[in-house]
């Protein structure tokens, strides 16, 4: 029953992880340099999705796949 509980905070880590990854990048509205044409004081960030990437999820990532491989392994035994 350890292994299971184990692997349900992993997995919730690891989602709660990815979730605020693009939140923890820093602030959506301030001050930037505005190119032609471009509205000001918006929450849209200049790249949409920027924090969704393999790159910057990986961590995540391990804690959701450990946490599945603690949930199979205590499901068997």
Do not use: H, Y
């Amino acid at each position: 029953m350890t292994l299971i509980w184990l692997g349900v905070l992993l997995v919730f880590g690891g989602v709660l992880q990815m979730a605020f990854q693009p939140i923890w990048r820093g602030r959506l509205s301030g001050r930037r340099r505005l190119r032609a044409g471009q509205a000001s004081d918006t929450l849209e960030p200049e790249r949409p999705a920027g924090g969704f990437g393999f790159k910057s999820n990986w961590p995540g990532l391990v804690l959701l796949a450990l946490g599945a491989a603690f949930l199979l392994v205590g499901a068997t035994i």
